[in-house]
């Protein structure tokens, strides 16, 4: 490394890594992944590894366990570098590398929107299972990147699929999504119901914030990047849920659906507030985890 080297944020410098060794001659993948997980210090270090050098190279994960000794560019290490200085500090992956899968699906994400997780794909999948009738008309409230719809649309194209949200960011990064994605769903700004045009809807499935403004897992792991907008909702967590439990049958058809994720720890609180909105037939289904993660009720 050259003294102009180590003045330009830029370049590569080995010692950034830390205490490991490797020779920065050769730029080994397999010596850079172990110095970058060394100093990465989450709960999947090498994964986190391979994931921001597979961004960078172009190349898969399984050609870095294959080849172990394929070498990278300088180039290439230094934006390697850079990606794992973001991560050290905690950002999340999904932010660093702009994008994150679902549903096999791949989404670009921002500091705009939730990250969305494996867990909300159990959403979908028990949507997918609801008996609707052809060409239903579906309504996903706050979208952030899109996910929900989307991943319904992917299965489902005749549906007619409106997806919304407040946040201007929120609802250009699902349009681009969908753009790129070629997937035909209708993005709008709104905040609820309230921005809606007047419809009715035989699915209406979000997953609101509903974290209590108290819970200390706020300050903890990924969700201290993620807007507090999608995360948090009132002293238990439930404020916007009854927002949207109260609100709801007016904008669904007789028999249409309503299909909540919460928390683990929610379900008798949510349907509770379905039964006495008048909802039928409410019951809960388990994330992949086996925790209770969403209920849904259908309407009179």
């Known amino acids: 490394m050259t003294a102009d080297s180590a003045d330009d944020p830029g370049a590569f410098n080995p010692g950034a890594f830390g205490p490991a060794t490797f020779d920065p001659a050769t730029l080994r993948c397999d010596d850079l992944l172990r110095a970058a997980a060394s100093r990465i210090g989450s709960d999947s270090p090498q994964l986190d590894a391979e994931l921001l050098l597979a961004q960078v190279t172009g190349w898969s994960r399984t050609r870095f366990r294959a080849f172990p000794e394929q070498q990278v560019s300088q180039v290439q290490a230094a934006a390697f570098q850079q990606l794992v200085s973001k991560r050290a500090t905690g950002e999340p992956v999904a932010y660093v590398l702009g994008q994150q899968e679902f549903w096999s699906l791949p989404l670009q994400v921002s500091a705009a929107t939730l990250i969305p997780r494996p867990d909300t794909e159990c959403v979908v999948e028990h949507a997918l299972t609801l008996d609707l ?8 409230l706050g979208t952030g990147t ?19 949200d407040l946040i201007d960011d929120a609802v250009a990064l699902a349009q681009s999504n969908a753009a790129a994605l070629n997937l035909s769903i209708q993005v709008v700004k709104s905040h609820w119901f309230d921005q809606l045009a007047a419809l009715c809807f035989d699915l209406i499935v979000s997953n609101p914030p509903y974290i209590a403004s108290t819970d ?47 928390g683990y720890d929610q379900t008798q609180a949510v349907q509770a507030l379905l039964q006495q909105q008048g909802f039928d037939q409410v019951h809960s289904r388990q994330d992949y985890g086996r925790n209770d993660r969403m209920t849904l009720g259908q309407a009179r």
């Open 133 to 140: 009738p052809a060409q239903a008309r579906v309504l996903d």
């Open 146 to 164: 899109g996910a929900i719809a989307l991943a319904l649309a992917s299965e489902r194209p005749d549906w007619n699929i409106i997806a919304s």
């Open 216 to 262: 200390h897992h706020l300050s903890e792991g990924d969700v201290r990047f993620e807007p507090a907008s999608a995360l948090v909702s009132g002293a238990d967590g439930l404020d916007d849920i009854r927002h949207i439990v109260a609100a709801a049958p007016s904008w669904l058809n007789a028999g249409g659906w309503l299909l909540l994720e919460h």
